[in-house]
């Protein structure tokens, strides 16, 4: 596609419940990042995929967060048993390769509230 | 490890008035260093980039950008402001070759023109 997108646009959900968040990253692209930026704050990074390799995981803030990825397409973010602290935008962005030179191409994000 | 300061959490200049937005990072090597604006209910579009050669990098927009290694700054400029740059900058590192993959942001600078 154009651009990366993301869906749901906004989530509303209840404490507890699970929620996925989906990511479609630039057609090509290989490197795909998810961030969190919670209000006034910037973003903080939570994961990365690069093509088949394993993901790097160091910023996912605990057990309930996960994410794959199909090969170098979607991704889905899934957050277990929300907390209200979860409340946040969640951004995901593409680049043509790994490494920091790289420009990432972010998509809207996804707005999470937990009520 | 990298991180970035951007010391200034909100600037309020008049429109056709100039705008220096500031930013130091902390990285051991050369960095990847990135502008990032973020216009309300938008994803974050790239503004302007320094890999490496000339230290004044010009961007989108009318923006342009100096790294000085010797005070570890990347201060983004715009001779001339304009209603429509009200919006959220955000700084970023990202590391080299080596480093990891993702990038490392500021917390923001919000940006208000009056008129």
């Known amino acids: 596609g154009a651009g990366v997108s993301q869906s749901p646009s906004n989530k509303v959900t209840e404490k507890g419940k699970d929620v996925e968040l989906r990511c479609d990253p630039i057609?090509?692209?290989?490197?795909l990042y998810w961030y969190r930026q919670r209000l006034g704050q910037g973003l903080e990074f939570l994961i990365y995929f690069q093509g088949n390799s394993a993901p790097d995981k160091s910023g996912l803030p605990s057990d309930r967060f996960s994410a794959e990825r199909t090969g170098e397409s979607v991704s889905t973010l899934t957050i277990q048993r929300t907390q209200q602290e979860d409340s946040a935008v969640y951004l995901c962005?593409?680049?043509?390769?790994?490494?920091?030179?790289?420009?990432?191409?972010f998509g809207p994000g996804t707005r999470l509230t937990v009520l | 490890a990298q991180s970035v300061t951007q010391p200034d959490i909100h600037i309020t200049v008049s429109e056709g008035a100039s705008l220096e937005l500031r930013c130091n990072y902390s990285y051991g090597a050369t960095p990847y260093l990135f502008w990032y604006v973020q216009s309300p209910g938008q994803g974050l579009q790239l503004l302007l980039k320094y890999f490496s050669g000339d230290t004044l990098v010009q961007g989108i927009k009318g923006f342009e950008a100096e790294f000085k290694r010797s005070q570890s700054s990347f201060n983004l400029r715009k001779p001339s402001v304009h209603w429509s740059d009200a919006a959220e900058y955000f700084c970023a590192v990202g590391a080299g070759q080596t480093g990891a993959n993702n990038l490392f942001f500021g917390t923001g600078t919000r940006l208000t023109v009056i008129p």
């Open positions: 057609s090509g692209h290989t490197a």
């Open positions: 962005a593409s680049s043509q390769t790994s490494g920091g030179a790289h420009e990432q191409f």
